[in-house]
C-alpha cells in the first residue's frame, strides 16, 4: 500500500490532493499570502476578545467598588453605566441591549384587535383599521415590527376588548436575547465625544 506524503501535495477547492510541483508559483505565492494575513487576523481577534473580556472584568469590580461603598452587593449590569474621567474628556459606557419577541398571547390579541376593527371599521374608524393592520405586517425575514405593535398601546380606548388586547401584548413579550456592549469614547477637537473604533460587538 503506498503511503502518501501529505507534505508533497495540497488540496484544491474540490478536497482534492494536488501535487506541490503541479501548482503555479503564482497558486503557491497566493496560497501562502492569504494564510499569513488570514492567521494575523486570528491573532488580532484573540487578543481583541482578550482586551474585551479584561475591560469588562475591571469595570465590573469598579461597580463592586461603588456597590460595597453604599454596603450593598452588585447585582448583574441591567442598563446602561459610565465611567467618566475627571474633565469628562474620555469615557467608558457599558449598555445592555434587549432584543424582545412575542409569545403565543399575541394571537389572542390579534384576534381581539380583529373583533374591535371589524365592529368600528363599519363608521369612521377606517384610519384605526389601517394602523392595526399595519402593526401586524411581517417584513422581509417574516418577522413580525416589535415597535409597530407596542405602539398600539399609546392608543387610550376604552373598550373591554381593547383593553384585553393590550393586557395580551404585555404578556406577551419576551426577552430572546440581550447583549452587553462596552464602548470607549473620547472628545474630538470640537469638544464632541466620538467613539474609539473597536470592532468588538461581534466578539
Same mark, same amino acid.
Given at each position: 500500500m503506498t503511503t502518501i506524503n501529505q507534505d508533497e501535495y495540497m488540496k484544491d477547492r474540490k478536497g482534492r490532493l494536488v501535487p506541490i510541483n503541479q501548482i503555479s508559483d503564482y497558486d503557491l505565492a497566493m496560497d501562502s499570502f492569504v494564510r499569513e494575513q488570514v492567521?494575523?487576523? @486570528?491573532?488580532? %481577534? *484573540?487578543? !481583541?476578545?482578550?482586551?474585551?473580556?479584561? $475591560? #469588562?472584568?475591571?469595570?465590573?469590580?469598579?461597580?463592586?467598588?461603588?456597590?460595597?461603598?453604599?454596603?450593598?452587593?452588585?447585582g448583574g449590569a441591567k442598563g446602561n453605566v459610565t465611567f467618566p474621567t475627571f474633565d469628562g474628556s474620555q469615557q467608558i459606557t457599558i449598555r445592555v441591549q434587549e432584543t424582545l419577541t412575542f409569545g403565543?398571547?399575541?394571537?389572542?390579541?390579534?384576534?381581539?384587535?380583529?373583533?374591535?376593527?371589524?365592529?368600528?371599521? @363599519?363608521?369612521? %374608524? *377606517?384610519? !384605526?383599521?389601517?394602523?392595526?393592520?399595519? $402593526? #401586524?405586517?411581517?417584513?422581509?425575514?417574516?418577522?413580525?415590527?416589535?415597535?409597530?405593535?407596542?405602539?398600539?398601546?399609546?392608543v387610550k380606548i376604552q373598550d373591554e376588548r381593547w383593553i384585553k388586547a393590550m393586557d395580551a401584548i404585555s404578556e406577551s413579550l419576551q426577552v430572546a436575547m440581550s447583549k452587553t456592549y462596552i464602548n470607549f469614547r473620547e472628545k474630538d477637537k470640537s469638544g464632541k465625544l466620538v467613539n474609539i473604533p473597536l470592532d468588538i460587538a461581534a466578539i
Open positions: 492567521a494575523a487576523a @486570528k491573532a488580532k %481577534n *484573540a487578543e !481583541l476578545s482578550e482586551f474585551k473580556d479584561r $475591560a #469588562f472584568n475591571e469595570c465590573y469590580a469598579w461597580l463592586d467598588l461603588v456597590a460595597e461603598k453604599f454596603g450593598r452587593t452588585r403565543p398571547e399575541l394571537q389572542i390579541a390579534k384576534e381581539l384587535f380583529d373583533e374591535c376593527v371589524t365592529d368600528w371599521s @363599519k363608521g369612521a %374608524n *377606517a384610519n !384605526l383599521q389601517a394602523i392595526v393592520t399595519d $402593526a #401586524f405586517q411581517v417584513d422581509k425575514e417574516g418577522q413580525l415590527n416589535t415597535g409597530r405593535i407596542l405602539s398600539l398601546r399609546r
